[in-house]
Each structure stands twice: as structure tokens, then as C-alpha cells.
């Protein structure tokens, strides 16, 4: 891993972002908790997407429906059968790895060191395997072929590829063995689409609409060493938007673009940002393309779109037995509903946040730490610090807390010097530090220093409010 995401793992957990789960034990691997300024970057992120989604569209309702779900809901999405990664052993070190992650990393590689004709030909083996009734040997092959050493061991000597399932499975009922076995979802969407009709009636919405959700999902993640890139407990934020058969791809079109702009709002720097399409179409896709951010592990995949045709409601038509149709009042006619999907992950969004906003710079001769976060995401939008403890300082800043609380999440510091106080917000990304001096007690101003830019402003007192929300919607990056 890259020296900054090492920095960024080992300042999340000194800065109380996220921790290991269950460390005094020696952990849970690839589960991860969140903690005092964590949660609050991840409960900002999940309201300004239902914001987006749910506020911001008359044709999109919220669901929250269960973790645990029928045993045939994930035969009839195909989870049951063809939910599998294909990993292989590297046998000098028993390392697992994923095969097409060997191979993309090796074309990589070939493509750094301008070989970009075998590259190329190499990608092109990669996408046929990937499409290939035989997978796992296809995959095989071209690690054999290529000659692709263990990235820990060097060594080249590797088990087949196999394929394992990576849904998590328990048991309903007080004995295990008797008991109905269970899955743990892997994705909130199917919750969504066993809902079509539960959800579209009350809310009385006609197609083209839309069904919004947030919610934890499940992978037993084989190879999962980076941190909360990938987690086997995670949270995603999906949204099904239902549609006539034959609008499907226009919706895409737009749906693509609204989502690329949300990250952007987020304050993520366009730069770190594009869009992949997919090497390999799922089976009941026909277009999917990935938001990919630009962290310190490379390009990777923040947030899915596909168009799903009708394929999930047709299949739990038939293993439900119960009709998914939508009779459409205005065309007068009867059809399952296309699905275009957005599925973006809540931890790869913060993490991609945290990644963006880290930065290191100069502040009066010493080198400091600084998130710039957008302020709206920030995990505390300010501080208040009374300059001093003498002469009621500390009083009147416990009555701007006071006032700025029902409005944003502050903070009340009065312990350090004004130098480390200003150091600990900046590497908890707070874009406004609040100090009262003594000159307050006489004109009832305080000075606002921007994070950012180290300049202050002196605000008087019933103007900050007004003064914080403008300068947060106002906000935006200079190194973009
Ligand atoms: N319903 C579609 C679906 O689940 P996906 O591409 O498998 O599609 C969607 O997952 C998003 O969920 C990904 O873009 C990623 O952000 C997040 N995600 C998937 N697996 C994850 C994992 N193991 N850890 C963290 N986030 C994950």
C-alpha cells in the first residue's frame, strides 16, 4: 500500500475516524468501526445523498427494508449461483489472491513499462475470460502464459483458480441444524425489488420513479486488505429507478451524469474522477459503468451504474409467483418495469473523502496536517475557543455554542495554546475556528479563521450563523 493511505489508516484511528473492530481482541479483519468524528462525516455524507435523491426528486421514495431476507430472494437474483470471486493461491506464501486482480495489475505494470502492445493483447485475454463459460481456467491460463509472479513472494507457483461464493450464511430458528439457512445480504438492492408493489401503491407513484435506500450488505471478501475499501460489512446507498422497457438507456445517460455531479458537490476534486465502463456486462445488464476515484491505491470503483432490464422483477416473478407487472395508466398497457440502478458505497465515499482532503502545508513555520473538507461534510462545521479563561471569555463562548448548536455540530475548546487548538481542528477538517477576545467584550465581534486560507475575519456575534452557511454553500477548492 501507498505511504499516504498508510498515513491516512493511521490518522483515522489517532483522530478517532475509524478502528479496527474489536482490536483489544486483535481485531475482525476487514470490519471496521467508526468512531466520535467517523460517524459524523459518514451521517453527513448519508443526508446530503437522501438529500440528492429522496428531497431532491418528486419521484423517488425511501425504503428501509430487512437485512435478513427470504432464502429465494438470492436464488431468484442469482446470488445463490453465480456470486463468486475468482481467487487463486500463491502455494510458497498460502497468500490468496483475486486472479483477474493479478492480471489487471500486471497489465498495469506492462502498460507503466510502455509495453502497450502486449498490454493490449493481454486486456483483450482478460475481457474473453472474464465473458467465458470457463473463467477460472481462462483466468488461469493467462497468469501461466504471462508468467505473473506472487506480488508478496515473487514466487510462481500457483494453486488453479477457483471460484468461491462470497455470501454469508446463518440459520433462523433455535437449532442450527434444523433450522432454515439464511443469507446475510449482499446488496440492498433486492430488498428494493420484492418491494416493487409494497412501495409503489402507498406512495402512489407511476413509472418512471424511483426507490431509494441505505443500509448495510454483507461479503465474505476473500481478499480484502485495503482498509474500508473492502470491507465484509459495509453500507451502500442504492437507488432502483424504474422505467419503460425500451427508455432504459436514456435514463442511464442521466442518471451517469447526476451522480458524477453529486460527487463533485461533495467537493471531490473533478480531477480524481472519471468513468469506466465495465470489461464484462453482467448477464442481465446492458450498460453498467462504474464512478471511479483516484485513491492512493490506484483508480477504483466508488459507485456503480447499470441498467438492469427486467431482469431481477422477472425473476422473482417467477420463484415468488406473484405478478410483477405495472399496468402504465397513460400508455394504457401492461409490462415489467426496466431498472436503471445507482449503487454507490457510504465507507468507499469516505474514505475516497478522506483520501481527497488530506493535505500537508506550512502554518506559522511548522508543517501541519489539514483535511479540507467541504464544510458541509466536515465532521465539526466549527470551534469556539475563548482566548482566555479570564474575564468571562469563556461564558460568551459558551453562549455562541449555544446558539450555533441547533445548527450545525461545534465544538468548545478551551485547552492548549491558540496554536495547538488551531492544529487539532485542522487535522479533523473544522473549516471555522471561532475565538473570543477581549475586544468581543467591547464590540461583540469574534475573529473566524478559515482553515483553508489561515485568514480571519472578525464577524460580529448575531452574524455568524449567516456568515457559516454562506461561506459552506459558497465553498470550493482552488487545486482542483
Ligand atoms: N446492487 C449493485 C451492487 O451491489 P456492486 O458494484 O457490487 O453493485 C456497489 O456494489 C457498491 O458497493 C460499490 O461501488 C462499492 O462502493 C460498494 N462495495 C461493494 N463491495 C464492497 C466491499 N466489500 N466493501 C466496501 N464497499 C463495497
Redesign the pocket.
Known amino acids: 500500500m501507498s505511504d499516504l493511505f498508510d498515513t491516512i489508516v493511521s490518522l483515522s484511528k489517532q483522530r478517532g475516524f475509524i478502528f479496527q473492530s474489536s482490536e483489544i481482541y486483535g481485531g475482525q479483519a476487514a470490519t471496521y468501526d467508526y468512531g466520535p468524528l467517523g460517524v459524523e462525516l459518514k451521517r453527513n455524507v448519508k443526508a446530503l445523498w437522501w438529500q440528492e435523491m429522496v428531497y431532491g426528486h418528486g419521484d423517488i421514495v425511501g425504503l428501509d427494508a430487512a437485512i435478513m431476507m427470504h432464502p429465494k430472494t438470492w436464488e431468484a437474483s442469482g446470488h445463490t449461483e453465480a456470486f463468486n470471486d475468482p481467487l487463486i493461491d500463491d502455494k510458497a506464501s498460502n497468500h490468496r489472491y483475486r486472479a483477474d486482480e493479478l492480471i489487471e495489475d500486471h497489465i498495469r505494470d506492462l502498460r507503466q513499462d510502455g509495453e502497450m502492445e502486449q498490454a493490449e493483447a493481454v486486456y483483450e485475454r482478460l475481457v474473453a475470460a472474464l465473458n467465458s463459460d470457463d473463467m477460472a481456467g481462462d483466468l488461469y491460463d493467462i497468469i501461466q502464459d504471462e508468467e505473473i509472479r506472487a506480488p508478496r513472494s515473487g514466487a510462481f507457483d500457483w494453486t488453479p483458480v477457483r471460484q468461491f461464493n462470497l455470501m454469508f450464511e446463518t440459520h433462523v430458528g433455535p437449532v442450527a441444524e434444523t433450522g432454515d439457512r439464511i443469507f446475510l445480504r449482499?446488496?440492498?438492492?433486492q430488498g428494493i425489488f420484492v418491494n416493487f408493489h409494497n412501495v409503489r401503491e402507498p406512495a402512489r407513484q407511476h413509472v418512471p420513479f424511483g426507490i431509494a435506500q441505505i443500509g448495510k450488505?454483507f461479503?465474505n471478501?476473500i481478499v480484502?486488505r485495503q482498509f474500508?475499501?473492502?470491507?465484509?460489512e459495509?453500507e451502500?446507498m442504492?437507488m432502483q429507478y424504474f422505467v419503460k422497457p425500451g427508455e432504459q438507456l436514456d435514463f442511464f445517460a442521466e442518471w451517469r451524469e447526476k451522480r458524477m455531479a453529486w460527487h463533485k458537490r461533495l467537493g471531490v476534486r473533478p480531477s480524481k474522477l472519471r468513468f469506466h465502463e465495465h470489461e464484462q456486462l453482467s448477464h442481465y445488464a446492458d450498460a453498467a459503468e462504474?464512478i471511479q476515484y483516484e485513491y492512493p491505491i490506484g483508480w477504483k470503483?466508488?459507485?456503480?451504474i447499470?441498467s438492469r432490464t427486467d431482469y431481477d422483477l422477472k425473476r422473482h416473478q417467477e420463484y415468488s409467483g406473484k405478478n410483477m407487472t405495472y399496468y402504465d395508466p397513460f400508455d394504457q398497457e401492461k409490462y415489467i418495469p426496466y431498472v436503471v440502478?445507482t449503487?454507490?458505497?457510504l465507507?468507499?465515499?469516505v474514505l475516497m473523502l478522506l483520501c481527497d482532503a488530506y493535505d500537508e502545508d506550512e502554518a506559522d513555520g511548522d508543517e501541519r496536517t489539514v483535511l479540507r473538507f467541504h464544510p458541509e461534510v466536515a465532521p465539526i462545521r466549527a470551534a469556539i475557543f475563548p482566548l482566555s479563561k479570564k474575564k468571562g471569555l469563556p461564558d460568551i463562548a459558551h453562549e455562541i455554542e449555544d446558539d450555533l448548536r441547533p445548527h450545525f455540530n461545534v465544538m468548545y475548546d478551551e485547552r492548549g495554546s491558540m496554536g495547538k487548538r488551531y492544529r487539532r481542528m485542522d487535522e479533523a477538517g473544522t473549516p471555522f475556528c471561532i475565538t473570543v477576545d477581549f475586544e468581543t467584550l467591547d464590540d461583540q465581534q469574534v475573529t473566524v479563521r478559515d482553515r483553508d486560507s489561515m485568514e480571519q475575519d472578525r464577524i460580529a456575534i448575531d452574524q455568524l450563523t449567516a456568515y457559516i452557511n454562506d461561506h459552506s454553500t459558497g465553498w470550493s477548492r482552488d487545486d482542483v
Open positions: 449482499p446488496e440492498t438492492a450488505a461479503r471478501e480484502a474500508v475499501f473492502r470491507m465484509r459495509f451502500q442504492e462504474d470503483e466508488v459507485e456503480g447499470h440502478e449503487s454507490v458505497g465507507d468507499r465515499t
